[in-house]
C-alpha cells in the first residue's frame, strides 16, 4: 500500500505543478495581450486540456491541431514531407516547423509543438522516452529542447506537458526581457 500511496501522491503533485505552469503562461500571455496555440503528436491533446483546464483560458487560448499522422503533420501544419522522410516525425526540426505551422493556421502570437515516442515501443528509429518540443512567436522568437524520459507511456506523455509549459513559460520571460531592452526599459 505504501507504494500505491507514494505514486498516486507524486501523481498529485504533478497535476498540480502542471495547473499553475498552465496558469502561469495564461497570466503572461493576458498581461501581454497576447495568444497562444499547441500542435501535439505524443501528448494527443494533453497540453491543450491543460491550457483550457486553467482559469481564464478563453482570453488567451486559440486552439490546437492534434496531429498524431504524419500526414496530418504534413496537409495541416506544413511541415516539409521530405523532412518526415528522411527523418521521421520524430525530430526537432518537425516540432518547429508544427510550432510555425499550428502559429499560422490559428492565427496565435505564440505557438507550442510536441513530437515524440511515448511507448510502448520505439519509433522511425528512435527509442522510447524521446521527446521534441518546440515554441514559435513573434519577431521569430523560437526555443526548442530535446528530451529522453524514462518513465511509462502515461509518465512519458505528462512530463512532456510539463516540459512544454516550462519551455513556453521560460520563452516567454525572456520575450518580455528582450522586448524591455529594445524598448530602453529596465530588464
Not at 482570453?59 to 504524419?70: H, K, L, M, N
Not at 522516452?129 to 513573434?138: E, F, K, L, Q
Request: proline share 3%.
Amino acid at each position: 500500500m505504501t507504494e500505491e500511496r507514494a505514486l498516486a501522491d507524486e501523481a498529485i503533485a504533478a497535476r498540480a505543478r502542471r495547473s499553475t505552469l498552465a496558469t502561469d503562461v495564461l497570466s503572461a500571455l493576458g498581461a501581454r495581450g497576447e495568444s497562444v496555440a499547441v500542435a501535439e503528436s505524443l501528448t494527443g491533446g494533453l497540453l491543450a486540456a491543460a491550457l483550457t483546464d486553467a482559469p481564464g483560458a478563453s482570453r488567451c487560448f486559440r486552439g490546437s491541431v492534434t496531429a498524431y499522422a504524419t500526414e496530418v503533420k504534413a496537409g495541416v501544419l506544413g511541415v516539409d514531407e521530405a523532412l518526415l522522410a528522411a527523418r521521421g516525425a520524430v525530430d526537432a526540426e518537425v516540432a518547429a516547423q508544427m510550432a510555425r505551422g499550428v502559429r499560422r493556421v490559428v492565427g496565435a502570437d505564440w505557438a507550442l509543438a510536441t513530437t515524440g515516442v511515448a511507448g510502448p515501443e520505439p519509433q522511425d528509429g528512435q527509442p522510447v522516452g524521446t521527446v521534441h518540443i518546440a515554441v514559435a512567436g513573434p519577431r521569430d522568437a523560437s526555443a526548442a529542447a530535446a528530451l529522453q524520459l524514462a518513465g511509462n507511456r502515461a509518465e512519458n506523455r505528462e512530463r512532456s506537458v510539463t516540459s512544454a509549459l516550462e519551455l513556453l513559460l521560460s520563452e516567454l520571460i525572456e520575450n518580455a526581457r528582450a522586448q524591455d531592452t529594445e524598448q530602453g526599459g529596465r530588464v
